[in-house]
């Protein structure tokens, strides 16, 4: 079966650019997780979604970054006017439960920022 | 705050040893702790999941410890393998999010 799947898996933007990072949950799952992972670190919460609705986006870093999940299922992270600090994995998972317990980590979008 | 801490930080051993890895946390109002492994350009793998009333967990060669009331874990590896080598995490669930250490990466030599 399918699992998670991400988009693009490396992007490389020029300072002050905009960029949308998808993420395709396994079929089903209610819940959705957005980590940033920067070199030489663990992965760190930026939000959290239960089917379309965002319940926890303490994580963001800053109001450049914004994530939605309109229906329910695919995942977009937004980062506007990027700046070289945004450099990072971008590691989306989810999880068939309302809560963060069995998440499923997809392969992540590598993101550099020149 | 929520601080997950990971001991060494990076690991080098020869094939066959047997090793432990370890894991602390500040905040011991956990729901469970996991260990994930993680390979260059991957996704993480689960490993193992203790939930915050069990003691450890076990899967194949590998054995998992926690004691919620020293706020640790220990990961033990039996009979390290080359194919063992990746960075080895330790999240620890609080609510709707897990709070990730920063790893251990472990070498094992043929």
């Known amino acids: ?114 | 705050k929520q601080e997950v801490t990971q001991i060494p930080a990076a690991l080098s051993v020869p094939e066959g040893e047997n090793l432990v890895l370890n894991c602390s946390f500040t905040d011991s109002a956990i729901y469970n702790l996991q260990w994930f492994r993680q390979d260059p350009g991957k996704g993480l793998t689960s490993l193992l999941l203790i939930q915050s009333s069990q003691r450890e967990q076990t899967s194949g060669r590998l054995n998992a410890s926690l004691d919620k009331s020293s706020g640790r874990s220990t990961l033990y590896i039996a009979a390290s393998q080359p194919g063992d080598s990746a960075t080895y995490l330790c999240a620890v669930e609080y609510g709707n999010k897990l709070v990730f250490g920063a790893g251990t990466i472990l070498r094992v030599k043929s």
Request: aromatic letters at 12%; one cysteine or more.
């Open chain 1, 1 to 114: 079966g399918a699992g998670v799947s991400q988009s693009p898996r490396y992007k490389v933007a020029k300072r002050g650019q905009d960029v949308a990072l998808r993420c395709d949950p396994i079929s089903g799952h209610v819940s959705l997780f957005w980590y940033q992972q920067a070199l030489g670190q663990g992965p760190e919460f930026l939000t959290y979604f239960q089917n379309e609705a965002q319940l926890d986006k303490s994580g963001l870093p800053s109001d450049r970054f914004f994530a939605e999940r309109p229906e329910g299922s695919v995942s977009t992270l937004k980062i506007q006017r990027t700046q070289q600090e945004d450099s990072a994995v971008y590691l989306c998972a989810s999880s068939p439960r309302e809560y963060s317990y069995e998440q499923y980590f997809g392969p992540g979008t590598r993101l550099t920022v020149t």
